[in-house]
């Protein structure tokens, strides 16, 4: 019998948070709570992936003792763009 690989979760940005939204993200549920989340570019990447909302993956964080994320190179060059605008006064809100 095969081991089953164990999944990428993806902390998303629920939608209603009025924050930086990536150019290209898509709206998506929970796979816990099926609250709306944007999911970037990026995370389209990542294989064998749950895509969960800050809350369910906080709790499940805190639940677990973690402490620490991992963040992809193409999700440091989507952070990298956001405070290049932000520094260049060409930020834009959640487009919700």
């Given at each position: 019998?095969?081991?089953?690989?164990?999944?990428?979760?993806?902390?998303?940005?629920?939608?209603?948070?009025?924050?930086?939204?990536?150019?290209?993200?898509?709206?998506?549920?929970?796979d816990r709570?099926?609250?709306l989340v944007?999911?970037?570019?990026?995370?389209?990447?990542?294989?064998?992936?749950?895509?969960?909302?800050?809350?369910?993956?906080?709790?499940?964080?805190?639940?677990?003792?973690?402490?620490?994320?991992?963040?992809?190179?193409?999700?440091?060059?989507?952070?990298?763009?956001?405070?290049?605008?932000?520094?260049?006064?060409?930020?834009?809100?959640?487009?919700?």
């Open positions: 019998m095969a081991e089953e690989e164990e999944k990428t979760v993806l902390i998303c940005m629920p939608i209603n948070f009025n924050g930086y939204v990536v150019p290209g993200s898509l709206k998506v549920k929970c709570c099926s609250e944007w999911v970037a570019p990026s995370g389209w990447l990542v294989p064998n992936k749950d895509i969960i909302c800050w809350h369910c993956g906080f709790a499940e964080m805190e639940k677990e003792g973690t402490t620490t994320v991992r963040v992809t190179p193409a999700q440091l060059e989507e952070i990298e763009e956001y405070r290049r605008q932000k520094q260049g006064g060409h930020y834009e809100p959640n487009p919700r």
